[in-house]
């Protein structure tokens, strides 16, 4: 599988990354998806230490003991459980990031982490204090570089701004186009890669299509689209195109600004379907025109 530049940093990342929060806590299950991923020539496996409080960072670096040195781990940081664990919280201190860090280091049972991501943020975090954070860590040998996980255009600027990410990831694909107005042109500027989440629209744009919609979504539609507006666009996707999940992926990467897709796999068999989708012909001139003339292009209103 090709691999691509992360940022300004030297890391080098599979064009599909393995999002491991689908992989479950059964770890026999998990390491059969996460076997299939480097079979497959994936490298890049992004966690969180949300993700089953702390459950699936162990997993995954138990999986990943014996390949630690050819692999690329990504994890998350900044939301922060109760004590009782029933809920979390956001705190993007600097303090609490150092110490969420050497937690993450341990379950990981890893000494360094390739790419720190902040999980969300807003304006009015102490964005000075997390960036100080996230350079000692960088300076401390504990990570090799970092990034954010956001869509908010204005906290986007601020790091840009006043910080050296390498990275941001944000939701994006066929359904989801608001990234294209703002962020992923100022992205490409600065040399930032932008890793992207979600490129199968809650499954509506893999080859299961309408199979996958939830009650909510039929009832709701999906962000800009109603129930109707879905059912015509993926039937038109559909006629027209090869297989959807192939179309989705390269979707994403035919923007010049993504680096990466990262998609989840509950199963060894979705994820060499998602592998082989992006082993495939990327898109045509003809194809992505069209991708963009029947789908909408939005932007972000709520979150800035």
């Known amino acids: 599988m090709k691999k691509r530049k992360l940022g300004s940093s030297t890391i080098l990342v599979s064009e599909l990354g393995l999002g491991c929060m ?3 806590t059964d770890e026999k299950a998990a ?4 076997n299939a991923a480097l079979e497959e020539g994936i490298n890049y496996f ?23 040195d050819k692999v690329i781990i990504a994890t998350k940081v ?12 956001w705190d993007p201190s600097k303090s609490y990031i150092k110490e969420a860090v050497k937690n993450s280091l341990k379950r ?9 991501q902040l999980h969300g943020g807003t304006l009015d975090d102490p964005i000075a204090e997390t960036i100080e954070a996230f ?3 960088k300076s401390e040998g504990f990570i090799r570089c970092y990034g954010i996980s956001s869509i908010r255009p204005n906290v986007i600027r601020e790091y840009i701004n006043e910080s050296s990410i390498d990275s941001v990831m944000m939701q994006y694909s066929i359904l989801d186009r608001r990234p294209e107005e703002e962020a992923l042109p100022l992205l490409h500027q600065h040399r930032i890669s932008v890793v992207t989440r979600g490129p199968l629209a809650k499954g509506l744009l893999s080859n299961r299509m309408l199979e996958k919609a939830s009650s909510s979504i039929k009832e709701n539609g999906y962000l800009d689209y109603s129930w109707n507006e879905l059912t015509e666009i993926l039937s038109m996707l559909k006629e027209k195109a090869r297989s959807l999940t192939e ?17 989840g796999a509950s ?3 979705q994820l060499r379907e998602n592998a082989n989708a992006v082993k495939s012909q990327p898109l045509t001139k003809e194809e992505i025109l069209f991708i963009k003339e029947i789908s909408k292009l939005a932007s972000y209103k709520q979150h800035r």
Do not use: C, M
């Open 22 to 24: 689908s992989i479950g």
């Open 31 to 34: 390491r059969q998806i996460i």
């Open 46 to 68: 992004d966690t969180a230490d949300l993700y089953d409080h702390g459950l699936n960072e162990k997993i995954v670096g138990e999986a990943l003991k014996e390949v630690r």
């Open 78 to 89: 900044g939301n922060r459980w109760s004590q009782e664990g029933a809920g979390w919280f």
């Open 108 to 116: 990981l049972g890893t000494d360094y982490i390739d790419l720190l």
């Open 135 to 137: 350079e000692e860590l």
């Open 247 to 263: 179309v989705a992926l390269q979707f994403n990467l035919a923007n010049p600004a993504v680096t990466a897709v990262i998609a």
């Open 267 to 269: 199963s060894p068999e």
